[in-house]
């Protein structure tokens, strides 16, 4: 990987390879037809990606088979998305690479992510919990980015648009059925909205991408989703006769630039091991 | 969603994709003629519907089976659910969520099928669960690598599909209507199942070898789906005799394996997949591929319970269940609560 500078047609994992670390965006774009957000867009594809992975894992375990069919349906949901966006991303970062470069051949400190997807799965609770703050933060964003400056992105958003919002319903019925359906329902929903909380403030986090991509008018700066997203949230929460906790201790942070949770690892490790044993492989 | 064919989508690759899916759907409908009559109706080769008289045992019989089959596609998520989060690509990912989905929808059509005649879906999960009521052996087998997902599809579902193509016109009208539904969704299943092996089989070595390993060892077991020979005197006592006498059953086990080895081998071949079955040749006689004994006393272990997965299977889908347990509850207790609400609504309504 010595001679990259001068090297005329990389492969895509050599690209990979010489791919500067997340938080140096603005390295990437010296290639012919590069666009300075790309890495903006990979965290966001990133989301999408871990998160369906997670809800794949539901497949079988969930609480009723109604259940599978729907985490199933919102894991390919988000699988789509990131579908949508990786092989774009790849053409505009200067690599050239596709989907499957992104997903099974990038190693954890290349993924921009934020910390909240890549968490276990904990309990049906938790996993509502999550999807409700995801989809709410989602539907704020692409309502956001339908009016991106980048017509790919506005597209991709505008589908994604229809999809989050019935996510949002979905979680958003089961939060208010389990807040206020029976004792321990109630007490396992109010546990997961804790749980949670930490791993809320990182995707409303600035980034040099973010705030690049929104000069861009192709982005949007996350902080000024927040509000419109806790109303959101607070209003499902109220309505379940829940409490929106406030202030934790600790919070996640780092995400976007790379820095993971233990659990990333493992996720990658379980997704990746297949497609990394056979070098060069189509399927 | 199952996205590009390898080979031409008009050749048809399973049985859901030949005359007999037609002929099996094509159904007359000449219930004025024939009356409410159970026995006339059979005999005119109509359904029979959820509210008709029916004998007990012929019921019985449905439930029995409508409900082994509902358990099976619910229990046969897990052998491939597995690999959702290993899949090598993407598009395979996308693909064996949606195959997995589809499993679970069928599952649930069958439930409501078995509901129409008088059981519900809590009862049938618990006999289920308690290994009161079967399901597929298939499924006790294991997935070893990433190639069993093809020859899961390819195989397992092919399989499925030649035995479900005549209960399209079984006699009990929910049960045909809902096997016409889930064969044509089977019929994607086991082509996604053959594009993953020929996909590999174009791969690298390490990749044919993964695929001849998966079909060597599905081959055998996809062969005793069809159950034990039924042919000659077996088929004259018992069971089989008066399934067929009701419109229940329409082949004999034995046609429809014969059918089945037929349809597979030139698809190996295509593949170039060896069958594992050194008897396995063309018989110009009998028009047909003269193939080896399944090894019953194996199919007779597993189905006892003594298979690889047998205790795993259960084990997953009771932890499952009982995981899911105080979901269900709150589910319901918000709908009793709803509907308490609503009705002091009314009341405050009316009373003002
Ligand atoms: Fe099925
Ligand atoms: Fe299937």
Redesign the pocket.
Known sequence: MSDHVTSAAPSASESAERESLPGAAENTGAAPGAKPYATYLLGLADDAMVYAQRLGEWMTNAPQIEEDMALGNIALDLLGQARGLYPYIGSIDGTGRGEDDYAMLRDERRWHNVHLVEQERGDFADEMARLLWFSAYQVELHTALTASADDVVAGVAGKALKEVRYHLDHASLWVVRLGDGTEESHRRMQAALEHVLPHLAELFDHDEASVLAADLEVGVLPSTLHDAVVARVARVVEQATLTLPDGSRWRSRGGRAGIHSRPMGSLLAEMQHIARSHPGATW | MYGNDVIDPNEPLNAAETDAYDAATAHEDQRDAVGDDFEALIAADQRIEPRDAMPDTYRETLIRQIAQHAHS?II?MQPEGNWITRAPSLRRKAILIA?VQ??AG?GLYLYSAAETLGIDRQELLDRLHDGKQKYSSIFNYPTLTWADCGAI?WL??GA?IMNQVPLCRCSYGPYARAMIRVCK??SF??RQGFEILWNLMRGTESQRAMAQDAADRWWWPALAMFGPPDTGEAAKGGHTAQSMAWGIKRFSNDDLRQKFVDMMVPQAEKLGIVLPDPDLRWNPERGHYDFGEVDWDEFWRVLRGDGACNAERIAHRRRAHEEGAWVREAANAYAAKQATREQQQQQKESAA
């Open positions: 596609e046969g195959k589809d499993e069928h599809g397992v579902d499925a969704e089977e299943h086991q």
